[in-house]
């Protein structure tokens, strides 16, 4: 089953990418997450996404194309994926496609997770994220167990660089002007659902699990 998760910064993608893919026995692919780990990896690719990231621009095509297409497609035995935020603009869209009819293979479904801006504000505002395996939290809406301290892994938690008000903004912008373009070829497309993400993780959860499986009969139930 191949899922791609897509919406505003903030809505919820990598919370509910990170369940659904427990839910499904479903990797878990998160853009934004691989090309954390290759700036924190001092990786060539890392260094040059790095000021695209703290600016709240998208990382160059030829970047996160090349590491998304790897995770997708080159792991031996994988045989779908949850894609959190990709494709964000219809190069990508198109790049992804291309790979897909290649391999005469295609999306089941897009979700689309809906949020609006002052609820996007207050969730990345309180963001906390684990430095060793990326899992989000929030201070108030769904706070570990140990403050500052990650429950799955132990790993410290951090604020992301670009969880600032000025670069959410920029964000935003961008999730306008390149995404949402991207979400009206996915509906052309017929694949798209689109998922309120305005209420309690386990609310939007259910939601996002119903969607798939009106398409599909294959939870694996895989829970934290
Ligand atoms: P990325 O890391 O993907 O950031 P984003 O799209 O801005 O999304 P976020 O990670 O901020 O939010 P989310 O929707 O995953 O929400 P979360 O679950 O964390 O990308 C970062 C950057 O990388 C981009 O700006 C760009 O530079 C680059 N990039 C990434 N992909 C790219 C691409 N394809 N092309 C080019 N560049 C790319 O939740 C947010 C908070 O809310 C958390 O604290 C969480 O605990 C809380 N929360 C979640 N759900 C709920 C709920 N239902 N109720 C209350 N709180 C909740």
Redesign the pocket.
């Known amino acids: 089953m191949k899922v791609l998760l897509i ?11 990170h369940k659904l893919g427990k839910e499904f026995d479903l990797p878990h692919l ?4 691989l ?2 780990e290759a700036i924190e990896a001092e990786t060539e690719a890392g260094k040059r ?1 790095r000021p ?2 703290d600016n ?6 030829e970047i ?1 194309v090349k590491i ?1 297409s790897r995770e997708m497609f080159d792991r031996p035995g994988r045989d779908g994926f949850i894609a ?6 219809i190069d ?1 869209y198109e790049q992804l496609n291309r790979e897909l009819d290649k391999r005469d293979e295609k999306i089941d479904v897009a979700i689309q ?1 809906d949020l609006d801006e002052e609820d996007i504000v207050e ?2 505002s ?4 684990c430095s060793e395996c990326g899992r ?3 201070v108030e ?2 706070p570990p167990e140990t403050e500052g301290v990650c429950d799955a892994c132990g790993g410290s938690l951090y604020e ?1 660089n ?2 600032n008000l000025k670069t959410i903004k920029q ?1 935003l912008n ?2 306008r002007n390149e995404s949402v373009p991207v979400i009206k070829e996915l509906e052309k497309d017929g694949i798209l659902e689109r998922v309120d ?5 386990d ?2 959860f259910e939601k996002a699990c119903e969607v798939i499986e009106s398409r599909f009969h294959a939870r694996a139930g895989n829970h934290d």
């Open positions: 919406g505003p910064p903030g809505a919820g993608k990598g919370t509910q990418a998160s853009a934004g997450q090309l954390r996404a695209y990231i709240g621009q998208l990382v160059p095509e996160v998304m959190d935020g990709f494709p964000r603009n990508q997770l969730r990345l309180g963001r906390m994220t989000n939290y929030h809406f769904y992301r670009d969880d964000r961008v999730y993400a305005s209420g309690r993780i609310e939007v």
